[in-house]
């Protein structure tokens, strides 16, 4: 007997793994979904998607990845995954993402043949869109200018390659280094945190997927979570987990407000400001868990990510 019996799932439903079968569309992400999709769709040079920690960039950009019809784009997703890459690894990544099959290390080598690959997909019909995740880690003029590069590429009508980029509201700044390229981003989307009904819908609908027959958690539960969580996806869950853990171990058929509280305040997430701290902490310094009282999730759960990510370097390029 484990939570998962006590509570009639079939899988836990509240895993930080990026498991895009539990997606949940809310009006939020809906929305943003809607605004990238149509900046990708009219070639419009250069989108940005800021959000805090958590607050579900990633799982949107690989939903956004997901939805992109085949036969219209050819779309690639890169992460960055250090702020110290430099303009010809990113090129590099950029042209074996678009399909170009033996990238030159010779910088103008390179770029003619991911100009000859982009004038392909063009001449194919597809549109070519880069998503970017972590991009708040271009922190470099020397980056940023390799993207206005690429930008300028065109066909008489149209630009040939357009960017979609993901991360922290940090990202704003760094496009500073590089005015001209910051003049053009078309697009610019903030992912906000859940709203309370909107974090009642999420844990809902994650219950019902992992295979729950009824809401386990009261209406005063949910404010607790709505309010220590900041309406954070990530520490969303992370209590959820705990709290169903805490409800088994006390044979409790709903999870209340009380026992929430005490769930938050074993995370050490009271508040919303504390939620986002401990996100940041979590994300950030690895091992930084160690001192709480219980072996809390985020920063383990940060490390798969990490892993996850590797995957989605080679693996996810649709090309
Ligand atoms: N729309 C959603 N539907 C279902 N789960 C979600 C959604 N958004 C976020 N999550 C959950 O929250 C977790 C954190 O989301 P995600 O990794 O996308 O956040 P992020 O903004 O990329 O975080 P970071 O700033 O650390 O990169 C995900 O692993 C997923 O479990
Ligand atoms: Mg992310």
């Known amino acids: 007997m484990n939570f998962l019996d006590f509570y009639g799932m079939a899988q836990e439903p509240f895993s930080n793994a990026p498991v895009s079968r539990f997606y949940y569309n809310s009006r939020q992400h809906a929305e943003a979904l809607t605004r990238l999709t149509y900046a990708a769709d009219s070639m419009k040079g250069l989108a940005v998607l800021v959000g805090q920690i958590g607050a579900g960039k990633t799982t949107l950009a690989r939903r956004m990845l997901d939805a992109l019809p085949e036969d219209k784009f050819e779309a690639a997703l890169l992460v960055i995954v250090h702020s110290g890459i430099t303009a010809n690894w990113l090129l590099r990544r950029i042209a074996l993402q678009l399909g170009v099959q033996a990238p030159a290390t010779e910088k103008l080598t390179l770029l003619g043949q991911l100009y ?3 004038v392909q997909i063009y001449e194919q019909g597809k549109k070519a869109v880069v998503l ?25 009508e149209r630009k ?28 610019r989307v903030r992912l906000e945190p859940f709203d309370r ?10 219950l019902r997927l992992a295979g729950a027959s009824r809401m386990l958690f009261d ?3 949910i404010d607790v979570i709505h309010q220590s969580s900041g309406g954070i ?40 400001a504390a939620a986002v701290a401990t996100a940041h902490t979590a994300a950030y ?32 390029s649709k090309s």
């Open 197 to 206: 009904d909107a974090t009642q819908a999420y844990i809902k609908h994650r």
């Open 233 to 272: 996806p990530r520490v969303i869950n992370t209590l959820c987990d705990n709290a169903l853990l805490e409800g088994y171990l006390g044979r409790a058929d709903v999870i209340d407000g009380p026992t929430m509280q005490k769930v938050a305040e074993n995370l050490q997430l009271t508040t919303g």
């Open 160 to 187: 040939l390659v357009s960017f979609v980029f993901f991360g922290l509201p940090e990202i704003e700044q760094n496009l500073t280094l590089d005015p001209p390229l910051a003049q053009r981003v078309a697009v």
């Open 219 to 221: 209406e005063p539960a």
């Open 116 to 118: 000859q690959r982009l």
């Open 285 to 316: 310094v690895p091992g930084g868990d160690e001192a709480r009282p219980r072996p809390v999730m985020p920063a383990r759960r940060r490390r798969l990510d990490m892993r996850a990510i590797d995957q989605m370097l080679s693996g996810l």
């Open 132 to 156: 970017i995740d972590e991009a708040q880690m271009l922190q470099t003029r020397e980056l940023m200018e390799e993207f206005r590069g690429l930008l300028n590429l065109e066909v008489p």
